[in-house]
Protein backbone atom coordinates (compact mmCIF):
# COMPACT_ATOMS: atom_id res chain seq x y z
CA UNK A 1 0.00 0.00 0.00
CA UNK A 2 1.26 3.55 -0.85
CA UNK A 3 1.26 6.27 1.30
CA UNK A 4 -1.50 8.09 -0.35
CA UNK A 5 -3.92 4.67 -0.17
CA UNK A 6 -3.40 4.49 3.60
CA UNK A 7 -7.10 3.34 5.56
CA UNK A 8 -5.20 4.78 8.71
CA UNK A 9 -5.54 8.62 8.74
CA UNK A 10 -3.04 10.64 11.18
CA UNK A 11 -5.27 12.69 14.02
CA UNK A 12 -4.96 15.84 11.79
CA UNK A 13 -5.24 18.80 14.22
CA UNK A 14 -7.74 20.40 12.00
CA UNK A 15 -10.32 19.75 9.26
CA UNK A 16 -8.60 21.84 6.55
CA UNK A 17 -5.66 19.33 6.97
CA UNK A 18 -7.71 16.35 6.59
CA UNK A 19 -9.03 17.90 3.55
CA UNK A 20 -6.01 18.77 1.80
CA UNK A 21 -4.83 15.26 2.71
CA UNK A 22 -7.84 13.96 0.40
CA UNK A 23 -7.21 16.32 -2.23
CA UNK A 24 -3.40 15.08 -2.34
CA UNK A 25 -4.49 11.54 -2.03
CA UNK A 26 -7.10 12.16 -5.24
CA UNK A 27 -3.81 14.05 -7.42
CA UNK A 28 -1.40 10.75 -6.61
CA UNK A 29 0.50 13.53 -4.54
CA UNK A 30 2.66 11.44 -1.53
CA UNK A 31 2.48 13.49 1.42
CA UNK A 32 3.11 12.38 5.24
CA UNK A 33 1.23 15.17 7.93
CA UNK A 34 3.77 16.26 10.11
CA UNK A 35 7.26 14.00 9.76
CA UNK A 36 9.99 16.43 10.47
CA UNK A 37 10.29 19.17 13.33
CA UNK A 38 12.81 21.98 13.18
CA UNK A 39 13.95 24.17 15.99
CA UNK A 40 13.55 27.78 15.66
CA UNK A 41 14.75 29.15 18.76
CA UNK A 42 17.23 28.13 21.61
CA UNK A 43 18.22 29.13 24.77
CA UNK A 44 21.47 30.28 26.28
CA UNK A 45 21.99 26.74 27.42
CA UNK A 46 21.19 25.50 24.01
CA UNK A 47 18.13 23.73 24.51
CA UNK A 48 15.27 24.22 21.86
CA UNK A 49 12.25 26.41 22.84
CA UNK A 50 10.58 26.98 19.79
CA UNK A 51 10.40 24.51 17.03
CA UNK A 52 8.20 24.60 13.67
CA UNK A 53 6.43 21.43 12.52
CA UNK A 54 4.69 22.00 9.01
CA UNK A 55 2.00 20.36 8.27
CA UNK A 56 2.59 18.20 5.32
CA UNK A 57 5.53 16.54 3.64
CA UNK A 58 5.31 16.19 -0.15
CA UNK A 59 8.52 13.70 -0.59
CA UNK A 60 8.08 13.67 -4.47
CA UNK A 61 7.78 17.41 -4.72
CA UNK A 62 10.38 18.28 -1.64
CA UNK A 63 8.31 20.82 -0.45
CA UNK A 64 6.71 21.67 2.99
CA UNK A 65 2.90 22.46 2.98
CA UNK A 66 1.81 24.53 5.88
CA UNK A 67 -1.84 25.04 6.51
CA UNK A 68 -3.13 28.45 8.22
CA UNK A 69 -6.34 28.26 7.96
CA UNK A 70 -7.36 29.70 11.54
CA UNK A 71 -8.41 33.29 12.39
CA UNK A 72 -6.13 35.82 10.77
CA UNK A 73 -4.71 37.15 14.08
CA UNK A 74 -3.06 34.19 14.28
CA UNK A 75 -1.54 34.06 10.94
CA UNK A 76 0.94 36.49 12.22
CA UNK A 77 2.65 34.24 15.24
CA UNK A 78 2.89 31.13 11.86
CA UNK A 79 4.21 33.86 9.48
CA UNK A 80 7.22 34.82 11.89
CA UNK A 81 8.00 31.31 12.26
CA UNK A 82 8.19 30.49 9.16
CA UNK A 83 10.26 33.74 8.38
CA UNK A 84 12.67 32.32 11.14
CA UNK A 85 12.54 28.75 9.83
CA UNK A 86 13.22 30.59 6.19
CA UNK A 87 16.29 32.50 7.88
CA UNK A 88 17.73 29.00 9.85
CA UNK A 89 16.95 26.73 6.77
CA UNK A 90 16.98 28.66 3.37
CA UNK A 91 17.27 25.00 1.71
CA UNK A 92 13.89 24.12 2.90
CA UNK A 93 10.67 24.50 0.42
CA UNK A 94 7.88 25.44 2.04
CA UNK A 95 4.66 26.98 1.22
CA UNK A 96 1.53 28.63 3.50
CA UNK A 97 -1.55 28.06 2.48
CA UNK A 98 -3.74 30.56 4.24
CA UNK A 99 -7.42 30.35 4.75
CA UNK A 100 -8.32 32.97 1.55
CA UNK A 101 -6.19 29.82 -0.19
CA UNK A 102 -7.95 27.46 1.26
CA UNK A 103 -11.46 29.32 0.20
CA UNK A 104 -10.46 29.36 -3.37
CA UNK A 105 -9.49 25.80 -3.02
CA UNK A 106 -12.71 24.98 -2.27
CA UNK A 107 -14.16 27.47 -4.21
CA UNK A 108 -12.58 25.87 -7.45
CA UNK A 109 -13.54 22.55 -6.88
CA UNK A 110 -17.62 23.60 -6.03
CA UNK A 111 -17.14 22.96 -2.61
CA UNK A 112 -17.14 26.40 -1.05
CA UNK A 113 -19.79 26.01 1.49
CA UNK A 114 -17.32 23.70 3.22
CA UNK A 115 -14.77 25.75 3.12
CA UNK A 116 -16.62 27.90 5.98
CA UNK A 117 -17.30 24.73 7.66
CA UNK A 118 -13.44 23.53 7.28
CA UNK A 119 -11.59 27.08 8.60
CA UNK A 120 -11.31 28.87 11.65
CA UNK A 121 -11.68 27.09 14.70
CA UNK A 122 -14.81 25.67 13.35
CA UNK A 123 -12.63 23.19 11.43
CA UNK A 124 -10.38 22.41 14.61
CA UNK A 125 -9.65 18.68 15.71
CA UNK A 126 -12.46 16.47 16.13
CA UNK A 127 -14.83 17.55 13.36
CA UNK A 128 -16.13 13.99 11.97
CA UNK A 129 -15.18 15.25 8.66
CA UNK A 130 -11.62 14.90 9.89
CA UNK A 131 -10.25 11.11 9.21
CA UNK A 132 -8.55 10.15 12.77
CA UNK A 133 -10.84 11.99 14.27
CA UNK A 134 -13.35 9.85 16.41
CA UNK A 135 -13.85 11.72 19.35
CA UNK A 136 -15.03 15.27 19.26
CA UNK A 137 -12.83 18.20 21.07
CA UNK A 138 -13.92 19.56 24.58
CA UNK A 139 -15.06 23.02 23.67
CA UNK A 140 -13.13 24.31 26.79
CA UNK A 141 -10.37 22.94 25.11
CA UNK A 142 -10.53 25.19 21.80
CA UNK A 143 -11.24 27.99 23.88
CA UNK A 144 -8.34 27.49 25.74
CA UNK A 145 -6.30 26.48 23.25
CA UNK A 146 -6.94 29.83 21.14
CA UNK A 147 -6.51 32.09 24.35
CA UNK A 148 -3.06 30.59 25.06
CA UNK A 149 -2.17 31.08 21.06
CA UNK A 150 -3.27 34.23 21.36
CA UNK A 151 -1.27 34.98 24.74
CA UNK A 152 2.06 33.84 22.76
CA UNK A 153 1.00 36.27 19.90
CA UNK A 154 1.37 38.97 22.19
CA UNK A 155 3.94 37.66 23.78
CA UNK A 156 5.97 37.11 20.58
CA UNK A 157 6.60 40.87 19.72
CA UNK A 158 7.02 42.44 22.95
CA UNK A 159 7.84 45.82 21.45
CA UNK A 160 4.63 46.33 20.71
CA UNK A 161 2.78 45.47 24.16
CA UNK A 162 -1.14 46.28 23.32
CA UNK A 163 -3.84 46.65 26.06
CA UNK A 164 -6.57 43.87 25.76
CA UNK A 165 -9.26 44.37 23.85
CA UNK A 166 -13.16 44.09 25.83
CA UNK A 167 -13.80 41.11 23.45
CA UNK A 168 -10.18 39.63 24.25
CA UNK A 169 -10.79 40.50 28.11
CA UNK A 170 -14.57 38.96 27.53
CA UNK A 171 -12.80 35.69 25.74
CA UNK A 172 -10.36 35.27 28.61
CA UNK A 173 -13.32 35.25 31.72
CA UNK A 174 -15.09 32.79 29.56
CA UNK A 175 -12.13 30.38 29.20
CA UNK A 176 -11.02 30.97 32.55
CA UNK A 177 -14.97 29.58 33.86
CA UNK A 178 -15.16 27.17 31.79
CA UNK A 179 -12.01 25.28 30.96
CA UNK A 180 -10.99 22.58 34.07
CA UNK A 181 -8.22 23.29 36.31
CA UNK A 182 -6.51 20.40 34.78
CA UNK A 183 -7.10 21.57 31.28
CA UNK A 184 -3.39 22.10 29.06
CA UNK A 185 -2.21 22.62 25.53
CA UNK A 186 -2.02 19.32 23.61
CA UNK A 187 1.71 18.36 23.06
CA UNK A 188 2.31 19.65 19.84
CA UNK A 189 5.72 21.27 19.83
CA UNK A 190 6.31 24.00 17.40
CA UNK A 191 2.39 23.68 15.59
CA UNK A 192 0.67 26.94 15.86
CA UNK B 1 -29.52 24.35 -16.46
CA UNK B 2 -30.11 27.90 -15.01
CA UNK B 3 -30.91 30.63 -17.40
CA UNK B 4 -29.31 33.69 -17.08
CA UNK B 5 -30.00 36.61 -18.78
CA UNK B 6 -26.58 38.65 -19.16
CA UNK B 7 -23.58 36.47 -18.07
CA UNK B 8 -21.33 39.12 -18.41
CA UNK B 9 -23.35 40.95 -15.37
CA UNK B 10 -21.96 38.41 -13.10
CA UNK B 11 -18.63 39.88 -14.20
CA UNK B 12 -16.98 42.56 -11.84
CA UNK B 13 -13.80 43.22 -13.55
CA UNK B 14 -12.49 42.39 -17.51
CA UNK B 15 -9.36 41.19 -16.70
CA UNK B 16 -8.44 40.12 -20.70
CA UNK B 17 -10.25 41.46 -23.05
CA UNK B 18 -11.22 39.49 -26.29
CA UNK B 19 -8.81 41.49 -28.37
CA UNK B 20 -6.10 40.71 -25.50
CA UNK B 21 -6.26 37.41 -25.70
CA UNK B 22 -6.96 37.13 -29.13
CA UNK B 23 -3.56 39.04 -29.75
CA UNK B 24 -1.49 36.51 -27.68
CA UNK B 25 -2.69 33.43 -28.64
CA UNK B 26 -1.41 34.93 -32.38
CA UNK B 27 1.69 35.14 -30.65
CA UNK B 28 1.65 31.88 -29.17
CA UNK B 29 0.88 30.00 -32.73
CA UNK B 30 3.69 31.85 -34.26
CA UNK B 31 6.22 31.01 -31.45
CA UNK B 32 5.17 27.36 -31.72
CA UNK B 33 5.21 27.23 -35.01
CA UNK B 34 9.01 28.66 -35.50
CA UNK B 35 10.01 26.15 -32.35
CA UNK B 36 8.40 23.30 -34.18
CA UNK B 37 9.47 24.08 -37.67
CA UNK B 38 9.92 20.96 -39.84
CA UNK B 39 8.24 18.88 -37.50
CA UNK B 40 5.05 17.64 -36.22
CA UNK B 41 3.21 18.40 -33.69
CA UNK B 42 0.28 16.68 -31.34
CA UNK B 43 -1.48 19.05 -29.78
CA UNK B 44 -3.50 17.88 -26.40
CA UNK B 45 -6.45 19.68 -25.08
CA UNK B 46 -7.58 19.12 -21.66
CA UNK B 47 -11.60 19.07 -21.31
CA UNK B 48 -13.27 21.38 -20.86
CA UNK B 49 -12.31 24.72 -20.22
CA UNK B 50 -9.32 24.34 -22.84
CA UNK B 51 -11.70 24.20 -25.66
CA UNK B 52 -11.74 27.83 -26.58
CA UNK B 53 -7.94 28.21 -26.19
CA UNK B 54 -6.89 25.28 -27.97
CA UNK B 55 -9.33 26.31 -31.11
CA UNK B 56 -7.86 29.42 -31.40
CA UNK B 57 -4.54 28.54 -30.96
CA UNK B 58 -4.58 25.17 -33.36
CA UNK B 59 -5.88 27.97 -35.95
CA UNK B 60 -2.85 30.25 -35.52
CA UNK B 61 -0.27 27.62 -35.59
CA UNK B 62 1.26 27.61 -38.77
CA UNK B 63 2.79 24.23 -38.87
CA UNK B 64 0.89 20.85 -39.36
CA UNK B 65 -0.55 19.46 -36.04
CA UNK B 66 -2.67 16.47 -35.15
CA UNK B 67 -5.23 17.40 -32.02
CA UNK B 68 -6.05 14.41 -29.17
CA UNK B 69 -8.55 15.68 -26.24
CA UNK B 70 -8.63 14.41 -22.94
CA UNK B 71 -10.58 14.52 -20.16
CA UNK B 72 -9.69 13.95 -16.20
CA UNK B 73 -12.01 14.24 -13.21
CA UNK B 74 -11.79 16.73 -11.14
CA UNK B 75 -11.92 16.73 -6.74
CA UNK B 76 -15.12 17.42 -5.93
CA UNK B 77 -16.89 16.35 -9.07
CA UNK B 78 -17.53 12.54 -7.33
CA UNK B 79 -19.83 11.85 -4.84
CA UNK B 80 -17.23 9.39 -3.35
CA UNK B 81 -14.13 12.02 -3.57
CA UNK B 82 -13.29 10.81 0.71
CA UNK B 83 -11.35 7.74 -0.62
CA UNK B 84 -11.41 8.93 -4.35
CA UNK B 85 -8.64 8.81 -6.84
CA UNK B 86 -8.24 11.07 -9.93
CA UNK B 87 -9.33 9.30 -13.13
CA UNK B 88 -8.91 9.99 -17.14
CA UNK B 89 -12.19 10.30 -18.02
CA UNK B 90 -11.24 10.02 -21.95
CA UNK B 91 -8.33 8.79 -22.89
CA UNK B 92 -6.56 9.80 -26.00
CA UNK B 93 -8.09 8.72 -28.89
CA UNK B 94 -4.29 7.52 -30.99
CA UNK B 95 -0.77 6.75 -29.61
CA UNK B 96 1.40 9.70 -28.91
CA UNK B 97 4.81 7.06 -28.94
CA UNK B 98 7.38 9.34 -30.39
CA UNK B 99 5.51 12.23 -31.07
CA UNK B 100 6.60 15.95 -30.06
CA UNK B 101 3.50 16.67 -27.90
CA UNK B 102 2.29 19.96 -26.29
CA UNK B 103 -0.02 20.07 -23.69
CA UNK B 104 -2.71 22.79 -24.31
CA UNK B 105 -4.50 23.73 -21.08
CA UNK B 106 -6.59 27.16 -20.22
CA UNK B 107 -5.23 27.80 -16.49
CA UNK B 108 -2.73 26.45 -14.31
CA UNK B 109 -2.92 27.40 -10.78
CA UNK B 110 -2.39 24.25 -7.89
CA UNK B 111 -0.79 22.31 -11.14
CA UNK B 112 -2.21 18.98 -9.43
CA UNK B 113 -4.15 18.04 -12.49
CA UNK B 114 -1.26 18.81 -14.77
CA UNK B 115 1.37 17.11 -12.77
CA UNK B 116 -0.87 14.01 -13.01
CA UNK B 117 -1.56 14.46 -16.52
CA UNK B 118 2.00 15.08 -17.16
CA UNK B 119 2.87 11.96 -15.20
CA UNK B 120 0.26 10.00 -17.32
CA UNK B 121 1.50 11.48 -20.48
CA UNK B 122 4.80 10.42 -20.10
CA UNK B 123 4.24 6.56 -19.63
CA UNK B 124 3.31 6.71 -23.09
CA UNK B 125 6.39 7.64 -24.35
CA UNK B 126 6.06 11.02 -26.19
CA UNK B 127 9.53 12.12 -28.15
CA UNK B 128 8.99 15.34 -26.26
CA UNK B 129 5.84 17.13 -24.00
CA UNK B 130 6.15 20.64 -23.35
CA UNK B 131 3.03 22.77 -21.90
CA UNK B 132 0.86 25.54 -23.08
CA UNK B 133 -1.38 27.71 -20.85
CA UNK B 134 -3.46 30.55 -21.46
CA UNK B 135 -3.30 31.55 -18.08
CA UNK B 136 -0.83 31.03 -14.87
CA UNK B 137 -1.70 31.90 -11.62
CA UNK B 138 1.31 31.34 -9.68
CA UNK B 139 0.17 32.46 -6.29
CA UNK B 140 -1.01 28.91 -5.21
CA UNK B 141 1.15 26.63 -6.80
CA UNK B 142 1.87 23.45 -4.93
CA UNK B 143 3.47 21.67 -7.79
CA UNK B 144 6.04 23.59 -10.01
CA UNK B 145 5.13 22.68 -13.43
CA UNK B 146 7.50 23.89 -16.11
CA UNK B 147 5.94 25.89 -18.22
CA UNK B 148 7.06 26.27 -21.99
CA UNK B 149 4.62 28.90 -23.22
CA UNK B 150 2.70 30.48 -21.25
CA UNK B 151 0.34 33.04 -22.47
CA UNK B 152 -0.60 35.58 -19.20
CA UNK B 153 -0.06 35.44 -15.41
CA UNK B 154 -2.77 36.07 -13.73
CA UNK B 155 -3.69 37.67 -9.89
CA UNK B 156 -5.18 35.58 -7.37
CA UNK B 157 -8.85 36.16 -8.01
CA UNK B 158 -11.18 33.61 -9.56
CA UNK B 159 -11.81 34.21 -13.10
CA UNK B 160 -14.46 32.83 -15.70
CA UNK B 161 -14.77 32.96 -19.45
CA UNK B 162 -13.06 31.90 -22.62
CA UNK B 163 -13.57 28.28 -21.31
CA UNK B 164 -13.46 28.99 -17.47
CA UNK B 165 -16.53 28.07 -15.56
CA UNK B 166 -18.37 28.28 -12.17
CA UNK B 167 -20.71 25.69 -12.04
CA UNK B 168 -20.34 24.78 -15.83
CA UNK B 169 -21.59 28.21 -17.06
CA UNK B 170 -19.35 31.26 -18.05
CA UNK B 171 -17.44 29.39 -20.26
CA UNK B 172 -18.59 31.01 -23.43
CA UNK B 173 -17.49 34.59 -22.74
CA UNK B 174 -15.47 36.05 -25.05
CA UNK B 175 -13.10 37.29 -22.36
CA UNK B 176 -11.35 36.41 -18.86
CA UNK B 177 -12.91 38.41 -16.10
CA UNK B 178 -13.15 38.04 -12.64
CA UNK B 179 -16.41 36.88 -10.98
CA UNK B 180 -18.38 39.46 -8.60
CA UNK B 181 -18.17 37.30 -5.30
CA UNK B 182 -21.86 38.29 -4.40
CA UNK B 183 -22.04 35.53 -7.47
CA UNK B 184 -20.80 32.71 -5.69
CA UNK B 185 -20.72 34.08 -2.04
CA UNK B 186 -23.39 32.65 0.58
CA UNK B 187 -22.26 29.24 0.57
CA UNK B 188 -23.76 27.42 -2.69
CA UNK B 189 -21.74 24.87 -4.10
CA UNK B 190 -21.31 24.15 -7.78
Known amino acids: ?192 | MQTKPDLSADVGEILLSEDEIQAKVAELGARISADYAGRSLTLVSVLKGSLPFMADLMRAITIPVRIDLMEVSSYGGTATESSGLVRILKDLSASIAGEDVLIVEDIIDTGLTLNYLIRYLRGKNPATLRICTLLDKPARRLVDIPVDYRGFTIPDQFVVGYGLDYGEIYRNLRFVGVLRREVYAGGAEG
Open chain 1, 1 to 192: MTDTLRETAPPFAHASEAEMARILDFYGIVWEYEPHTFPILWNLEGDVVESFSPDFYLAELDLYLEMTTLRQKLVRKKNRKLRRLRELYPDVRIKLFYARDFRALMLKYGKLALADALTGTAGQAGLPEAPGATEPVDPALIAAVTVLDAEADRSATPTSPSRPTAARRRRRRRAAASVPATTTQPDRPGNA
